[in-house]
């Protein structure tokens, strides 16, 4: 079938070309060997090809990069690093590269991800081991992964794992990522700053569950972590005993 115009006045539209193509490398901009122009290729990975590009991602670096919002060091455990703090780290990527949405996107996935490791922590803390998948669909109606994310801080907090501050935290990214995320009418007018706050948040939340604090210039084991990291140690002589 023939395409029509459905504008009543055949007047021309404004259109992007090729939005999804990145100029430092895609064909046919870059041929296969022709050098990348790193600078270049930072402009075009941000969208941003003024003269101050370059001092912009270090603004943006900085605003996250305060003492307050920093971790200094956290347990080198598989779940930790993988669920909680390489995300957060692409979430501030993604912050500094001007990919405001992709870190609301990041914050989001980390703040439930902390939940349920928060889940975990109390669990093995309250009884020396992880509640049972029975267990948790006895309690819950089903497992506390597949809660919803606001029924799962509800539960913490009923429980008293989840401090009041932290609680809002969660909840606070938990409402920022729902509306840039499920709402087409959402304005991006105030994403910068909705970023921000998402990551600041989240940070909040991993650095409760995973920070190793200092005293007396030693870093020291949380009692959580202790009894998690104990339990990890435990399954594994237990699963190469046998």
Sequence with gaps: ??????????KPIPGWL???????CDPPFRSDNQPIDPSFLVK??????????????????????????????????KKILEKLVWPLRKAKQAFILNDFLGCIALCGMVCEMAMIFLFELAAIQATGKPISTKQQKQIFGCTFEKLGQEKRIQALCQAKFLGEQLAKDADSVRKIRRQYLHFLSKSYG????????????????VKSLADLPISNWKFLIP???TNYLK????????????
Excluded at 18 to 24: A, Q
Excluded at 190 to 205: F, G, Q
Aim: glycine letters at 2%.
């Design 231 to 242: 339990n990890k140690l435990t399954s594994k002589s237990s699963t190469k005993s046998s």
């Design 44 to 77: 075009d990975l941000c969208q941003d090809f003024s003269q101050e590009s370059l001092e912009n991602i270090r603004k943006r670096c900085w605003l996250l990069s305060s003492p307050e919002f920093d971790i200094v060091l956290v347990p080198n455990e």
């Design 18 to 24: 090729r939005p999804l193509s990145f100029i430092f």
């Design 223 to 225: 009692e959580h972590l």
């Design 1 to 10: 079938m023939a395409g029509r115009n459905i504008l009543d006045n055949d």
């Design 190 to 205: 105030k994403i910068e700053k909705d970023a921000e706050d998402a990551y600041k948040a989240s940070l909040r939340v």
